[in-house]
């Protein structure tokens, strides 16, 4: 017989077969899709050099075009403070696939001088503040430029047009400046917002300052104020600031460049404990900020966190946002002041605020960091990172070319052994239907063996019924059995009224006894007040022995019918050869009538329950 076993065997080669078929097709699906994959890479490999030239041009081209503009901004600056200097070129080559920019001044021959090593420090002064604006313009910071005595390599007579340089780019610009000088810069301009260092270290210093606040819009970006508390010199001692130039002027040696030191404090974090005042516990540099705010930077020497910054609202609560706390504690400047106030150093050059002792900007620095500072425009930055990205996709497609070429092997190998797929599948097929054939088949063998079951069951019950045929043949005839019958039903009537003569006999015998110990009672019988009990009894007893004399004239006559009907009996087994003529078991004639008392030895239950 074909069972489910094959069913499930057959149903997991399919499954399995199935299986492999899809893994065929995802196989064959990605050596297409690598095949294009490795035929472009390819393609673009071909033409890398010709990519990465064109970009390197289109690079050129846009630093070309910005170092023209930035030469002539120079040299009209230079030209404007040394009347009769060289103009400024800037020369722009490659250095190991990356721009690279000298900053000269072109003699009358056509030849090239460097600024910093072949000029004095006038000239690198005045092209070193106007790189510093040029940065802090192009870089994605705050406008804001401090200079630290930027005029000490400048002749006194040049002073003036420095300063009306200064104050001409930063308006043009739209740059805050502050401007620290020993020289009375108030009669070089009327627009410049003075204040004054007064006083003498001995006795105290202290600052000279309008107050500017009208000069500012609620929202307008820029610094309102520099306090500082027990800082060096000072005890307390604020400088107000405008939106435009300002300048802080005074002898020298008398704290003017403690404000740029508490600057830098704040914004490059370059503290120390001698920004402290002589016998304080800490120092406190408050800067006011756009919508009335004030940032606190503290110095706590001896304890942590030794620096602390902070911001404030204008009722001098600590400002909490989205969550912020804006409190932080640490050495380093937290980037939520870099993000707020947006003062910070450019390719790590101090863009916003000079140092008095390193006063040359940019000029020091090597070829291709002075171009990346002055490519931080957007059109520059974005080819750069053109050129990037092409040379490490030129790297992703060599990676490409190479794996995926060895995957392609891989694949081919691995789907050649799946070419017998197709042939198995009709083979599986064949044998899925061969098998429902088989099935079909055993199912029919089966049905057969149940008909064949049922055939020879009826077999056995014919030859039973044939049986029972004979053995009826033999029997008398209706009436003869209606009478047996009969006579068995008088036989069990004359067994009931037997049982009950017995029964009134044991009744007579106690009767008996009774009447016997009450002929033993004294003839003179005691008055009873009430003798319908006795009269009752007496009743009784006459009663009981009117129906014993009956029930012996009955069970004499059940006697005499019993006789007669086992007479009949008898002869009756005689006849049928001792056989009952219901179920054809041999029986004696006293249980003829008991059919099962002998039914049982001859006829099994079901034969029974088919008679």
């Known amino acids: 017989m074909i069972g489910p076993d094959v069913d499930h065997e057959v149903a997991r080669a399919q499954a399995s077969l199935a299986r492999l078929e899809g893994r065929r097709d995802a196989l064959r699906s990605r050596r297409e899709e690598l095949t294009r994959e490795v035929e472009l890479a390819k393609g673009r490999l071909a033409v890398k050099d010709e990519v990465e030239s064109f970009i390197e041009a289109v690079h050129g081209s846009a630093s070309r075009r910005s170092l023209s503009a930035f030469e002539t901004l120079l040299t009209a600056l230079v030209q404007e403070v040394l009347p009769g200097e060289k103009p400024v070129a800037l020369d722009l080559s490659t250095e190991r696939g990356l721009a690279s920019l000298d900053i000269c001044v072109r003699r009358a021959d056509g030849t090239l001088e460097d600024v910093l090593e072949d000029n004095g420090g006038a000239l690198t002064n005045v092209i070193g503040m106007a790189l510093r604006l040029i940065a802090v313009?192009?870089?994605?910071?705050?406008?804001?430029?401090?200079?630290?005595?930027?005029?000490?390599?400048?002749?006194?007579?040049?002073?003036?047009?420095?300063?009306?340089?200064?104050?001409?780019?930063?308006?043009?610009?739209?740059?805050?400046?502050?401007?620290?000088?020993?020289?009375?810069?108030?009669?070089?301009?009327?627009?410049?917002?003075?204040?004054?260092?007064?006083?003498?270290?001995?006795?105290?210093?202290?600052?000279?300052?309008?107050?500017?606040?009208?000069?500012?819009?609620?929202?307008?970006?820029?610094?309102?104020?520099?306090?500082?508390?027990?800082?060096?010199?000072?005890?307390?001692?604020?400088?107000?600031?405008?939106?435009?130039?300002?300048?802080?002027?005074?002898?020298?040696n008398r704290g003017k460049s403690t404000f740029i030191r508490a600057l830098r404090a704040v914004f490059y974090g370059e503290a120390r404990d001698s920004l402290v005042r002589a016998g304080a516990k800490a120092a406190s540099v408050e800067i006011g900020v756009a919508g009335r705010r004030v940032l606190r930077f503290t110095r706590q020497p001896r304890r942590s966190p030794v620096n602390i910054w902070s911001l404030h609202e204008a009722d001098g609560s600590i400002v909490e946002e989205q969550g912020m706390r804006y409190e932080t504690g640490g050495r380093n400047v937290p980037d939520w002041v870099a993000d707020l106030i947006r003062i910070r150093k450019?390719?790590?050059?101090?863009?916003?605020?000079?140092?008095?002792?390193?006063?040359?900007?940019?000029?020091?620095?090597?070829?291709?960091?002075?171009?990346?500072?002055?490519?931080?425009?957007?059109?520059?930055?974005?080819?750069?990172?053109?050129?990037v990205i092409h040379r490490e996709r030129c790297r992703r497609d060599n990676d490409l070319v190479r794996n995926g070429e060895r995957e392609l092997i891989a694949l081919g190998e691995t789907l050649e052994g799946m070419n017998d797929l197709d042939e198995l599948k009709g083979r599986l097929s064949a044998i899925g239907k061969r098998a429902g054939d088989l099935k079909d088949a055993s199912m029919q063998l089966q049905r057969l063996q149940q008909r064949t079951s049922q055939l020879a069951d009826l077999h056995g019950r014919l030859d039973q019924a044939r049986a029972r045929a004979g053995i009826t043949a033999t029997l008398p005839d209706a009436e003869q059995l209606?009478?047996?019958?009969?006579?068995?039903?008088?036989?069990?009537?004359?067994?009931?009224?037997?049982?009950?003569?017995?029964?009134?006999?044991?009744?007579?015998?106690?009767?008996?006894?009774?009447?016997?110990?009450?002929?033993?009672?004294?003839?003179?019988?005691?008055?009873?007040?009430?003798?319908?009990?006795?009269?009752?009894?007496?009743?009784?007893?006459?009663?009981?022995?009117?129906?014993s004399r009956i029930a012996r004239s009955r069970i004499a006559q059940a006697d005499e019918g019993l006789s007669s009907l086992q007479g009949e009996m008898a002869q009756f087994m005689e006849e049928t050869g001792g056989l009952c003529p219901t179920c054809g078991s041999p029986v004696k004639p006293e249980n003829l009538l008991d059919h099962h008392a002998h039914s049982s030895h001859s006829i099994t239950p079901s034969e029974r329950l088919t008679a």
């Open 482 to 547: 209606i009478n047996l019958t009969r006579l068995a039903e008088r036989s069990r009537e004359r067994r009931r009224i037997g049982e009950r003569v017995i029964g009134l006999s044991h009744d007579l015998v106690l009767g008996k006894a009774r009447v016997a110990a009450l002929q033993s009672l004294p003839e003179a019988l005691p008055t009873l007040e009430n003798t319908a009990s006795a009269q009752n009894m007496l009743k009784r007893m006459t009663d009981l022995q009117n129906a």
């Open 346 to 387: 450019v390719e790590d050059l101090d863009v916003h605020i000079a140092h008095q002792k390193f006063p040359v900007f940019l000029l020091g620095e090597t070829a291709s960091r002075r171009s990346a500072v002055l490519s931080i425009g957007q059109e520059a930055g974005y080819i750069r990172d053109m050129l």
């Open 137 to 252: 313009v192009k870089a994605d910071v705050a406008r804001f430029l401090a200079l630290d005595e930027a005029d000490c390599w400048i002749a006194p007579d040049r002073v003036s047009s420095f300063y009306k340089v200064l104050e001409d780019g930063a308006a043009r610009l739209g740059v805050q400046c502050l401007a620290v000088s020993h020289h009375d810069l108030s009669q070089f301009s009327g627009t410049f917002h003075i204040a004054r260092i007064v006083g003498e270290p001995v006795s105290g210093v202290h600052v000279q300052s309008t107050d500017t606040s009208t000069a500012w819009g609620d929202a307008q970006p820029g610094l309102r104020f520099v306090r500082l508390v027990n800082v060096q010199v000072y005890e307390d001692a604020t400088l107000h600031l405008s939106p435009g130039v300002n300048a802080l002027i005074g002898p020298n």
